[in-house]
């Protein structure tokens, strides 16, 4: 069986070149930066071009002459579900930030990711931590997201709901015997949220490069929960009661919803303004918030600032790492056109450094933004 040998670029943390028994079998060519994108490879003489999906997975080899010889796809979790051509390559799921494919699992870097449990072969090796979670790959969000270092991400988050210590239904603003019902649940609480906002980062990402010769290693995305309202009247599914509450759902559509990300050359941030309105009626305020998430690297640290503003109502909470940064419950009882746009917003700003292994090379003596 052939010895197989690699030539590792320190820099950009990417094999480069392959040996079998001494012999160049294979060479690749990536953008510059930490985990640089993967252009091309040369086996044996005959090169190939990559093309990605928008998770970074190969979709598509191309020749000199740009036909397409190889086709490829995946399922959610880095499985191979269908597959054209023969050209060998090890880069397949996430092929382009340097997933590498094995006999043995998909080799990233610091950890084996088996596609097939949908879980890291290992705990994180340099920051572990006791949680049935050290072996979940990129947070069960492996649709999203992508973790290139094979170490633990760090998750942000930001989320308008309405606290459980308000009670289940709450009366909807109006005089009309309706009500809305709470998301059941305090800060840091498991459970659903009106608006949430959902961030990572992986810490040795942060602060490597100079500004601009890398990926931005932050993420970010909005989304938006159901809300539930019952009415007091005629029942509409008892036929031996003439009034009861009727039940109903709805989600609603996010009226703004942006998520910008910036580099520097020590840090990185998120921003996300987003806002919706209660779906049952067509004049209600929107909750709305503009939360902008600061991550700076220092020589075995990051410290992350979030600050911005939101309404008056709901309640607010800011989550780093699983810890609770900020959380805001509301004076007011309820929606209204004061605690929904007509008051004066909320600010705030808070501040909390994280131990993790990074990669900065300026030993965070440059600041974040």
């Known amino acids: 069986m052939p010895k197989t040998t690699y030539v590792w670029d320190e820099l950009s943390d990417n094999v480069i070149e392959e040996y079998e028994d001494g012999v160049l079998s294979a060479s690749y060519t990536h953008e510059p930066g930490l985990y640089g994108n993967l252009l091309s490879q040369n086996r044996n003489g005959v090169t190939s071009y990559y093309h990605y999906d928008g998770r970074g997975d190969t979709v598509a080899l191309t020749d000199d002459s740009g036909d397409v010889t190889d086709t490829k796809e995946y399922d959610a979790w880095g499985n191979v579900i269908a597959s054209t051509g023969s050209t060998v390559t090890p880069y397949l799921f996430v092929g382009r930030q340097g997933y590498r494919t094995g006999s043995e699992g998909i080799y990233v870097r610091a950890r084996l990711y088996q596609p097939k449990t949908m879980r890291w072969s290992s705990p994180d090796p340099v920051v572990p931590w006791i949680s049935s979670k050290q072996y979940t790959y990129s947070s069960g969000c492996a649709v999203a997201c992508i973790d290139p270092s094979g170490l633990k991400e760090i998750r942000l988050s930001f989320a308008a709901f309405i606290h459980k210590r308000r009670g289940k239904w709450l009366d909807e603003p109006g005089g009309v015997r309706c009500e809305f019902k709470s998301d059941e649940r305090g800060f840091n ?181």
């Open 189 to 369: 609480e498991p459970g659903t949220s009106r608006i949430a906002s959902h961030g990572q980062f992986d810490s040795c990402e942060i602060g490597f490069q100079e500004f601009g010769e890398r990926p931005i290693g932050i993420f970010g995305t909005n989304s938006v929960g159901s809300s539930h309202r019952r009415c007091w009247g005629v029942s509409l599914t008892c036929p031996f009661s003439v009034f009861g509450w009727n039940y109903s759902e709805l989600t609603a559509p996010l009226k703004e919803d942006e998520v910008t990300s910036r580099e520097t050359r020590c840090g990185a941030s998120v921003r996300f303004l987003a806002s919706a309105a209660y779906p049952f009626v067509d004049v209600a305020p929107r909750i709305d918030y503009d939360v902008t998430f600061i991550v700076t690297a220092e020589a075995d640290s990051i410290i992350v600032l979030v600050k911005g503003k939101h309404d008056g109502f709901p309640d607010y909470e800011a989550i780093v790492d699983d810890k609770t940064l900020y959380e805001y419950f509301s004076p007011y009882r309820g929606p209204s056109p004061s605690s929904l746009g007509g008051g004066p917003e909320v600010p705030f700003e808070k501040t909390i450094r994280i131990s993790a292994p990074t990669r900065c090379t300026c030993g965070g003596t440059c600041g974040g933004l």
